[in-house]
């Protein structure tokens, strides 16, 4: 599964960060507009894929940006902060821009759904769509192409798997459409 970004805590929220001070709060208010162009980029492109996207040296200019923000926010400097946020998002913007022109696609939210046993799950064409995908389809299990063939890896090793093979063995044209074992929890624990 692709982890979500984690989010910052707010620090105008009086139950998460009772102590804040006023800068504290400015900071992280100044800091907003930068977090939602991010999260608008991350959904386009993918998350953390943009600057992959991008020329090494556009890349790097942005990382310099990112890295002068963080330390104007350990800094707690407000004046230093609104600045590198400016920076920031026309980097991205920057970025977004060239990645455009050089052909990139955004990020797909299209994927195969096949349902099994009651449930659905979805085959990503592209694993840098889940943030979209996830949003389309909310009741799908979502999966990637990598997931997939590490759970196939896995099956490989099982009795399931095993016996699988026998009833296509002793019958080439079936198809297998379900696996069902009473009183066992475990299928890796049935014999053969």
Not at 106 to 115: K, R
Not at 159 to 171: F, L
Request: charged share 30%; with cysteine.
């Amino acid at each position: 599964m692709t982890k979500q970004p984690i989010r910052r805590q707010k620090k105008s929220d009086r139950l998460i960060t009772p102590h804040a001070s006023k800068d504290e709060i400015m900071i992280d208010f100044a800091i907003g507009p930068f977090d939602r162009l991010t999260r608008e980029m991350e959904r386009k492109w993918g998350v953390d894929m943009l600057p992959e996207l991008v020329s090494a040296e556009t890349a790097s200019k942005y990382g310099y940006a990112m890295a002068s923000l963080n330390e104007q926010i350990e800094a707690n400097d407000l004046e230093g902060v609104k600045k590198w946020v400016g920076v920031c998002m026309r980097g991205l913007m920057a970025m977004d821009g060239e990645a455009e022109n050089s052909g990139v696609e955004p990020a797909s939210d299209l994927c195969w759904i096949v349902e099994a046993e009651g449930r659905r799950y979805g085959l990503l064409r592209d694993p840098r769509g889940w943030q979209r995908a996830s949003e389309k389809y909310p009741d799908v299990e979502l999966v990637t192409p990598r997931e997939m063939v590490l759970a196939l890896a896995a099956y490989q090793q099982t009795v399931v798997k095993q016996t699988y093979d026998q009833i296509k063995q002793w019958s080439p044209g079936a198809e297998v459409t379900a696996f069902r074992f009473a009183g066992e929890d475990n299928l890796d624990d049935l014999p053969l």
